[in-house]
């Protein structure tokens, strides 16, 4: 998986962890910035769930919080926690 | 009149000398050795004594040894703990700060404090990572505590302000007492804790609960998510875990394989547990999840022992507890005493022969208590109570909405959230209308779902009509709303 479908899958998967009102619309119009759209707690450990489930990888919720402001600061963690650009 | 915690904690503190006492992701203490560190930070508290008073010390942080610690010191020095939930806002904390009177901070150094607050001690000294900082002083001059009054929690209050709920020496020791005489808890236990410690499901079942047999508390901060409590579970060999359903339904997603070898009670409270969920855990893990119901004024109330079933449980030692037409009423030795910042709302919610009224509704068969819904409007998100009128209140603030309405629906998971149907002018955008109320709610208050449309549907007397609003939510958002301009 290149970098851009790694970042496309976490962008799918955002959205299904949401609370069902966040659209790609929606975040693009936010620079993809999660906190933006009001992503809550229960969003999140939905997303860091799915995306160990689906990428094979653990984050750790206490890493510093401007790793999970945005679509590209989640895929740019889930890279470093050893997903690379060819996994 | 002499407070009883101190003296409490300073008795099982020394007789369960060299036990494990509580640990974090940072180290842990024995209980001679949390002994030392609180007295030693209580010395640096005294400092700061108010003349005439005790002084009045918010807990504002997430879980770890250092929050232990500073409870403790607060105690010992003769003060009084504000636990203030760290999800809150700095406006709510503000807000709390010159409600209450506080005088002291006990914090995180990146919390954002300083509009209200001087750092008096740097992190870094005996409350470890903690900061200290001293409350400017507000005006009018602050309400008088009551004499017996040793803790204060909040609840969120129904006025658009968290209420602070005062708690006599005697009713922290008797829920914590009554907690563990209930649920067998034991020297031998292990507690992992995932609940911040100012909320009741920590507070009652993990704080004063765990140190009186000798137990030890493993504390976790930040988000629960399953692989990360594994982690825990493993390298604490917890016995228990106590958590909102969100962690439960986490670890039913990542379905681990491992890490539950030690665990022998999961406990839940805070917000309904789906039956799947409850299910699926134990079918995984081989535990059995308890349910435990506490209300914040009156503190833990039940325990269902037999971990099976949707039932919460029989009550507690020293409960009495009533499930009539007016709702659930409880008198229990847990009580608070009121609310220190809105006087006389804890008092009406008292009847003439002591019992509160929840606010809940249920029946009680077989001595087994049986929740069926809410008498009162307060929406439960993961365990948080919303007041919807205070969150359409904030949107009407923001610039051209021209009504709101916020209520309870399911999101997409079939989960309980706070939706919000705004009637908004053209340019409107349901990003502006977050960010507005982020300005001024904590996070967990700003709605998961938000939908814009010109007019409010109402029913054939005016008002709005929340099964309307609902179905609204179940519709695509049509490209012509003002969402979309």
């Known amino acids: ?87 | 009149m002499r407070a009883v915690l101190p003296d409490l904690f300073t008795d099982v503190l020394t007789r369960h000398g060299e036990r494990l006492a509580v640990s974090d992701a940072a180290g842990s203490l024995g209980y001679a050795e949390l002994l030392q560190r609180a007295r030693a930070a209580s010395d640096t508290l005294a400092r700061h004594e108010v003349p005439g008073e005790r002084p009045r010390v918010a807990l504002y942080a997430t879980n770890s040894v250092d929050y232990v610690v500073s409870y403790l010191a607060t105690l010992f020095a003769g003060g009084v703990p504000f636990l203030v939930d760290s999800a809150f806002s700095p406006f709510d904390l503000s807000r709390i700060a010159e409600d209450c009177g506080l005088d002291l901070l006990v914090h995180a150094p990146g919390a954002e404090v300083h509009a209200i607050a001087d750092e008096v001690h740097a992190a870094g000294g005996e409350f470890g990572v903690l900061a200290v900082s001293r409350v400017r002083p507000f005006d009018p001059p602050r309400p008088h505590l009551l004499d017996a009054t040793e803790v204060c929690r909040f609840t969120s209050g129904s006025t658009g302000r968290p209420n602070c709920i005062e708690f006599s020496g005697a009713a922290v020791s008797a829920a914590a007492a009554n907690w563990a005489k209930g649920t067998g808890l034991s020297a031998d236990d292990r507690i992992a804790c995932f609940a911040a410690l100012s909320n009741g499901l920590a507070f009652n079942t993990s704080l004063l609960a765990a140190f009186l047999p000798g137990a030890s508390l493993h504390l976790s901060s930040g988000l629960p998510t399953a692989t990360r409590v594994v982690r825990l579970l493993e390298s604490t060999e917890a016995t228990r875990l106590v958590a909102f359903p969100a962690l439960y339904e986490s670890i039913v997603r990542r379905a681990p394989k491992e890490g539950f070898a030690a665990v022998r009670t999961a406990i839940s409270s805070g917000a309904p547990l789906r039956e799947t969920v409850r299910e699926e855990f134990t079918r995984l893990t081989g535990v059995p999840i308890h349910n435990y119901y506490g209300v914040a004024e009156a503190g833990p109330l039940t325990y269902a022992a037999e971990g099976a079933g949707s039932g919460l449980g029989a009550p507690l030692p020293g409960v009495r507890l009533l499930a009539t037409e007016q709702g659930i009423r409880v008198r229990s030795e847990s009580m608070g005493s009121r609310y220190l910042n809105a006087p006389g709302v804890f008092e009406e919610r008292v009847d003439a022969e002591g019992y509160y009224h929840t606010g809940d509704q249920g029946h009680l068969r077989d001595g087994v208590l049986h929740l069926t819904g809410r008498t009162s409007r307060l929406v439960n998100v993961g365990g948080r109570k919303i007041d919807p009128i205070e969150i359409a209140d904030v949107l009407r603030t923001a610039p051209g909405v021209l009504d709101a309405v916020a209520f309870e629906a399911d999101n997409q998971h079939g989960d309980p959230t706070l939706a919000a149907v705004v009637a908004v002018e053209a340019g409107v955008s349901a990003q502006s209308l977050r960010t507005h109320c982020a300005a001024t709610l904590p996070s967990f208050k700003v709605p998961g779902i938000l939908r814009l449309v010109d007019r409010i549907p109402a029913n054939s007397i005016g008002k709005p009509s929340i099964e309307r609003l609902r179905r609204l939510l179940s519709e695509p958002q049509s490209t012509s709303d003002p969402q979309s301009n």
Do not use: C, F, Q, W
């Not at chain 1, 790694?6 to 962008?11: F, M, Q, Y």
């Not at chain 1, 969003?43 to 402001?69: C, F, K, Q």
């Open chain 1, 1 to 87: 998986m290149d970098s851009s479908a790694l970042r496309t899958k976490i962008l799918d998967l955002a959205i299904a962890a949401g609370d069902g009102s966040v659209t790609a619309d929606e975040l693009a119009g936010a620079n993809y910035s999660l906190r933006d759209v009001g992503y809550s707690s229960l969003s999140y450990m939905r997303l860091i769930d799915s995306i160990e489930n689906e990428v094979g990888v653990y984050l750790d919720p206490e890493a510093p919080t401007e790793h999970y402001e945005t679509i590209d600061s989640v895929t740019a963690l889930v890279v470093a926690s050893g997903i690379g650009a060819d996994a």
